[in-house]
């Protein structure tokens, strides 16, 4: 999978591993740090898993197309403008 494909990484998220059927990125800035592991279930399916560990996110990552998104948050974690979470403690 390259990820530059279906989505603009903006400056402050990198890939970790790419293959043909996941992407691993590293997210951080001043606040804290998280990771986005990206699977391609079949073509044109993407689900997203991320943990990150961080009060806040600024990023400039961008997707292209829809993913499905899967979050584990820190109780205070702050989900950006235009974000669905569903999130649960522990």
């Given at each position: ?62 997707l292209y197309s829809?993913?499905a998104y899967l ?20």
């Open positions: 999978m390259n990820v530059n494909e279906i989505a603009s990484l903006g400056s402050n998220v990198k890939p970790v591993i790419q293959n043909e059927n996941c992407a691993v990125l590293m997210l951080n800035d001043a606040t804290g740090e998280g990771v986005m592991t990206v699977y391609r279930v079949m073509p044109g399916v993407m689900i997203c898993f991320s943990d990150m560990y961080m009060e806040q996110c600024a990023s400039e990552f961008y829809f993913v979050y584990e948050l820190e109780s205070g974690a702050d989900c950006s403008d235009g974000c669905c979470c569903f999130s649960d403690s522990g």
